[in-house]
């Protein structure tokens, strides 16, 4: 099966970091939380988008949520104004055929002309964009945009979640991984177009797409996916929704300062401390990594003796990158519900 005509998404991602740099575009991944210069809705880091977007919700974004969409779930984009469309196409580069077509099979359309109204063929998150809804029989020239992109091979389709975060890193795959923007509403009922502020750019891995397939949502051919499905695949990160809570930590409680002999066959204690903001039992241990080892150990007690319930994690030191020049070192995790948590200590080494 060879691919679609989209037109507006719901998305289904993940947390996010700058980690990494695919064919000159910045790629917004869940592998690496962000350090705190990885800032806030009002940074401008712009990127080359597809002509696609997403609507979100406002008043689910980060840190906690993700615009209202699930993370690691299969994304079936179906393209439309109707009842269970969720993907709008853009005249982002102009509104004929040849610019729609452009616009998918080069990165910022050449870079010959700006997005919507604006001089940048780039985008970049905190933005309001007047831009056009793109209309029309657009199931071919899609189709025929990504087959001329990407070939009509499937070495790089993926099945899971899993595999696309995989094949994301890899060659020829990871130009699969696209920037799509994360917008705040639909196109008012009667219009094509209008102001539309970006709240997130996002990752997407084009995973496989269908040209043609008979509108609805039953399975008639068998494959699993409905049959309304053109193009589907998965979010691997965002620029800005799921970024880490910051949380308190203590290496070495009772300890100052903390010292770490780098030569030592123990463990370091690190105990995640609950607030009036957060609930340190919540984390999942399984999830927890300091300074690039897992934990051996967890427990839940109160470690600072303030009548809550915190959590107390054990590491093995030769297991851990501190390096004899650290002065800080850092735990990152997620919560049982997923929402990604990062703290920081300070750190003095023996060698």
């Known amino acids: 099966m060879r691919t679609v005509c989209l037109v507006l998404l719901s998305l289904a991602a993940l947390a996010a970091g700058i980690v990494s740099s695919a064919h000159g575009r910045t790629l917004f991944r869940a592998l690496e939380s962000p350090g705190p210069e990885a800032a806030s809705l009002s940074d401008k880091v712009a990127v080359c988008v597809m002509p696609w977007a997403i609507v979100g919700d406002p008043s689910l974004g980060p840190p906690v949520d993700y615009w209202g969409l699930a993370p690691r779930q299969l994304f079936i984009g179906a393209f439309g104004f109707g009842p269970g469309a969720n993907f709008l196409a853009l005249a982002l580069y102009g509104s004929g055929a040849l610019d729609y077509k452009q616009a998918i099979v080069t990165p910022c359309g050449s870079g010959d002309r700006g997005a919507c109204d604006q001089e940048d063929p780039r985008v970049w998150v905190g933005e309001t964009l007047q831009c056009d809804a793109k209309t029309g ?45 994360v917008i705040d509403a639909w196109p008012a009922i009667g219009e094509i177009g209008g102001p539309m502020h970006i709240l997130d750019i996002a ?22 996916l409905p049959d309304g499905a ?122």
């Not at 070495?155 to 696309?164: G, H, L, R, S």
Request: charged share 25%; with cysteine.
């Open 230 to 351: 053109m193009i589907w695949g998965y979010f691997l990160g965002f620029q800005v929704a799921g970024r880490p809570i910051p949380v308190d930590i203590d290496i070495k409680p009772g300890s100052e300062p903390n010292s770490i002999n780098l030569k030592s066959r123990g463990v370091i204690p690190v105990a995640v401390l609950s607030t009036e903001d957060f609930d340190a039992s919540t984390v999942d241990p399984l999830t927890a990594v300091f300074a690039g080892a897992s934990s051996v150990h967890h427990a839940i007690e109160d470690v600072d003796r303030d009548g809550d319930h915190d959590l107390i994690l054990h590491f093995k030191t030769q297991e851990t990158n501190v390096a004899p020049d650290d002065t800080e070192a850092c735990l990152t995790g997620e919560t049982s519900d997923g929402v990604p948590i990062r703290g920081c200590d300070s750190v003095r080494t023996v060698p």
């Open 137 to 181: 029989i657009m199931g071919r020239i899609t189709d025929d945009a990504l087959t001329q992109r990407y070939g009509a091979g499937t070495d790089c389709d993926a099945m899971t979640y899993e595999q696309a975060a995989a094949l994301a890193e890899t060659e020829p795959c990871k130009d699969r991984a696209v920037f799509i923007p």
């Open 203 to 224: 990752t997407f891995y084009i995973a496989a797409w269908d040209r043609t397939p008979p509108w609805g949502d039953q399975d008639l051919n068998g494959d699993t």
